[in-house]
């Protein structure tokens, strides 16, 4: 998901202005290269400042503050210093001791600006004992500023408490810090399980440049398989030398198997079925806990029980009754329910329709494909509160997504009737960690865009006929909206949403809606069978384009999804075979991208450059392989697909399994404001089977930026909650892990 946002969690602006309450002057010293001036308080506080709500002093050559309860956001309660010099590409130390009392109350200390637009630098959100820690941090300024600022940020908390500081330093002109990842061992593994027929491989990272033996262990230590490594080089898109080792031959069934190989005995795995029938329904369980407008029941998802967010209960303003961004519109809507987007309360229709149709194929699939398996997604398989209801239950939690996707739809009666809101969030970000339930800002609708106006259309049209089995009325009103969509879009076919609009939420800016129309005219011609959609896609020429690139299909990319479903879904489509050929020439090109990769994934982005959401990249240009499959039954296409999978469960470059709960060393601290144990212990991890977002070179945020400076392609990457760059979870990428999780699993 790659949102485009600004690259700060925003503070208010009157918390670094006219709001700032001086302390009391007194002498101060500043070492030669040392930016912070009097961070000893060995005589005075100035010239530190606090935000009004805050008192403090001096206390035995300490700073201390007491800090109020009751506040939402972090940056409500706060100490700081401003006038703060840096230099563009020059690296500081900013280090610091703090306590807080009573214990484990969190402090995001920061390096920005102090004025407007507030940038963040550099955070880090430590949680303070009562004895008091030192904490040092290493980072690279990317700017040139005289007005930064260095602060200690203590609100958000229900409780008053007591905050101590001394030793504030930010030292110029020191070596950049070297992060080292702890990769652990050489061999390199899918640490979850291989299927018992399907293709098995390993990698090895080794200075060593002749083949060398490998051995197959199973849970009791005898050996049942061996070999030799093919030595592959150096990979680019890790900067290692390494070898691959194949161990297909090997079908027996267990748990606890090890391959050893160079002195080296990997992370444990299984080979078998069942963890891909456990993560073809884990990653569909994430969204019920994603939810809006609904209280999460912890009998159905034991930790992670919270109350409803966004129902005007305070101190939430709510998503019953919203306005639009100021000039935005005159009306205001109930935009209740869905799902939040990705680590904050935002809601996107762009990245819920792509979510939403991948959901809804992935059940399509099971209703079409030889290997489908439709029960396995059925009523009660996914403990969500409409199971028993005799609908399949992944239709049902796709359905909360589309009911708010539908109430996104401008009225009839008002100026561009019929064209859809392109989001729903806070006026202002806010910080980490907040539940939703929690949530003080005013909440906002921004105005319609076409790309979100075709999302609907597309994903209206797909549900119409997959719940009309089951709910005939809901599916001719998902019809009927999708149709008044698809005519509004036509009369407005270049609306779209501005990069600038990045306040409070990410923009997801689109200004080619080409391949939006493309879509949102195959899936109503799919359920129709309508001469005028059809006369639209034959006439695109996105119909007979390559569309299939090495990024993959993403929210902004969503031409791929049409001819994906056009390929499978029957249909009287003139030339029906050419567009399913497409797929399998597109398949063919990830084969060959796989090939070339000694980690064994289907992505080769331009330059190793390591897009936003890399992760569900490389599980959607999986999906094309699975689709190759199953419109032909070519083995080497399932086994292709099956293959991505253990890139994603830890056969990479840091030897981690991106799904949360799935793999020895698993991804789990995922950007999220309420899965947020790393910053709150009273709050859950992400649940199992969550993706996170994984590698992405651009690491914008500022905490991937102090540790990721220079790395190379699969590197870029860190399991901290501070990395919203590298480490957030999406619905979108979820929506992919559901898909691939699910047709790995049908291949038992």
Known sequence: ?????TPVLAALAALLGAALTALPSGPAAAAETEQVVNGTFDTTTAPWWTTPNVTAGLSDGQLCADVPGGTANRWDAAVGQNDITLVKGESYRFAFTASGSPAGHPVRAIVGLSVAPYDTYFEVTPQLSVSGDAYSYTFTSPVDTTQGQVALQAGGGADAWHLCMDDVSLLGGVPPEVYEPDTGPRVRVN????????????????????????????????????????????????????????????????????????????????????????????????????????????????????PAGHLDAAPNRGDLDVPCVPGGCDHRLDVSGGWYDAGDHGKYVVNGGIATWELLSTYERSLLARTGHPAKLGDDTLAIP????????????????????????????????????????????TGLPLLPSDDPQQRELHPPSTTATLNLAATAAQAARLYRPYDRRFAAKALAAARTAWAAALAHPDVYAPESDATGGGAYADSDASDEFYWAAAELYLTTGEKQF??????????????????????????AAGRLDLATVPSALPGRDKGRRSVVRAADGYLATLAGQPYGMPYAPDGNRYDWGSSHQVLNNAVVLATAYDVTGAAKYRDGAVQSMDYILGRNALNISYVTGYGEVNSHHQHSRWYARELDPALPDPPAGTLAGGPNSAIQDPYAQSRLQGCVGQFCYIDDIQS?????????????LTRMASFVADQG
């Not at 390993?202 to 490594?229: C, D, E, F, I, Q």
């Not at 199971?387 to 561009?416: C, T, Y």
């Not at 919203?724 to 992919?736: H, K, M, R, V, Y």
Request: charged share 20%.
């Open 534 to 559: 059809a006369d639209h896609v034959l006439g695109s020429p996105l119909h007979t384009a390559d569309i299939f690139g090495p990024l993959g299909l993403d929210w902004s990319r969503t031409a």
């Open 191 to 306: 640490q979850v399980a291989y299927l018992p027929a399907g293709p098995k491989n390993a990698t090895l990272v080794t200075a060593a440049t002749s083949p060398l033996p490998w051995r197959l262990k199973n849970g009791r230590g005898a050996v049942v398989a061996h070999g030799r490594t093919v030595p592959r080089g150096t990979d680019a898109s890790s900067g290692q030398n390494v070898h691959s080792i194949d161990f297909g031959g090997y079908r027996g069934r267990g748990d606890g198997f090890t391959l050893l190989a160079d002195g080296e005995t990997s992370r444990p795995f299984g080979i078998g079925t069942s963890a891909y029938e456990r993560l073809r329904l884990d990653a569909v369980k994430y969204y019920y806990t994603q939810r809006s407008g609904i209280a999460i029941r912890d009998d159905l998802r034991p930790g992670y029980g919270r």
């Open 386 to 429: 409409e199971s028993g209801n005799k609908v399949p239950d992944i239709l049902d939690e796709a359905r909360w997504e589309l009911e708010f996707l539908l109430k996104m739809q401008v009225p009839a009666g008002q100026p561009a009737a019929g064209m859809v809101h392109h989001k729903v969030h806070d006026a202002q970000w």
């Open 1 to 5: 998901m790659q949102r485009r946002r």
């Open 724 to 736: 919203w760059s590298t480490n957030e979870t999406a619905i979108n990428w979820n929506a992919a």
